[in-house]
């Protein structure tokens, strides 16, 4: 009997990762086989060593598996980074935008695409958004300093934020010709249409490191929910947990943004979503919301494209679509919670 009680935990610990593992997956594999030219995908993916490459591995290679790998990457960055800033700043509504990462990386993008370097060089947009993220954290440092309090950082990362948001739009009011314009703002929408396999090299790498200090990040973030007198009497510092956080925020979340644009609430909703089936364990959270975070944007994608009507709609306007109402409810359940 002490055997099966102390198997319970450890099964039920691993149930909701298996889950979420297997579900990002099986979404991807829809995500591949949908558009608007149906193809047997295994048969895809066998062409695809053949000497001359059928229609349908070049369709498969070069437009579908880009798309469904980077809405896997940057859903997981967007759910990981979500789960990391909540438990940072100890805020349940604290999501990537909060800290300006989201609106500098875009201003990077839009800035490009003012002066039309995009145009010229086809990687300028992606890199442009990574320096305006790079930018946000030495924006934040230089105003709230590395042993800011939590508010402190807050309200630099809001300033920051509005202060991007400006310029962005300062530099859409400037645009030199409408379809300048119309180009910013269907960027910033939102979208995984179009991207290539040079995208998702470009990002990946930059992720990866994101994914590593915010991953890593875990066990101060338990001691942080605590509270910053006992995480410190812990041995834990307060000014690396911080910079661990928010640095690999920005670098995988500037990487994500820089070649899809906007994508809302996936990092607010997602780990609202999952706290509750972990225990409100911050460490435990962070890999179940980057998986969560993965399925949530490569299904939002698969409905972009199965939706009918005669345009496809943008990603960001669904998910902002979903999440919207998530957020009403949050609000409505807390104003109930506080009677």
Not at 213 to 231: F, K, P, R, V, W
Not at 329 to 339: D, F, N, P
Request: net charge positive.
């Amino acid at each position: 009997m002490p055997i099966a009680r102390k198997r319970r935990p450890t099964q039920a610990a691993w149930a909701l990762p298996a889950a979420l593992t297997v579900l990002p997956l099986l979404l991807a594999g829809v995500s591949l086989a949908v558009g608007p030219a149906h193809i047997d995908v295994a048969a895809a993916l066998r062409g695809l060593f053949d000497a001359e490459p059928p229609i349908a591995s070049i369709i498969l290679a070069e437009i579908r598996l880009p798309r469904t790998l980077l809405g896997l990457m940057v859903g997981a960055t967007l759910g990981l980074s979500g789960a990391a800033l909540q438990g940072l700043l100890r805020n349940p509504l604290a999501e990537p935008g909060i800290m300006g990462v989201s609106t500098t990386a875009s201003l990077g993008s839009v800035i490009v695409f003012y002066f039309g370097f995009s145009a010229q060089f086809a990687l300028a947009l992606p890199l442009g958004g990574i320096l305006g993220a790079l930018l946000s954290v030495g924006l934040l440092y230089l105003l709230a300093g590395r042993d800011s309090s939590v508010l402190t950082l807050v309200l630099a990362g809001v300033a920051v934020s509005s202060f991007a948001a400006a310029l962005s739009s300062l530099a859409l009011n400037l645009a030199p010709s409408p379809y300048a314009a119309l180009e910013i703002v269907s960027w910033l929408l939102g979208s995984l249409a179009d991207r290539s396999m040079e995208h998702v090299w470009l990002t990946l790498p930059l992720m990866a490191v994101g994914w590593l200090l915010l991953l890593t990040s875990g066990a101060a973030l338990n001691a942080l929910s605590l509270g910053e007198d006992t995480a410190k009497s812990l041995g834990i510092s307060l000014s690396i947990a911080r910079l661990q956080v928010i640095l690999g925020t920005a670098l995988s979340v500037g990487a994500a943004v820089s070649v899809t644009g906007g994508i809302a609430f996936v990092g607010l909703v997602v780990p609202h979503l999952l706290r509750p089936l972990v225990g409100h364990d911050p460490r435990r959270l962070l890999p179940v919301s980057a998986l969560g975070g993965a399925a949530l944007l490569v299904g939002a994608d698969i409905v972009v494209r199965v939706a009918p009507g005669p345009i496809e709609l943008k990603l960001g306007v669904v998910t902002a679509l979903l999440g919207a109402p998530f957020f009403l409810h949050l609000i409505y359940r807390t104003r109930r919670g506080a009677l």
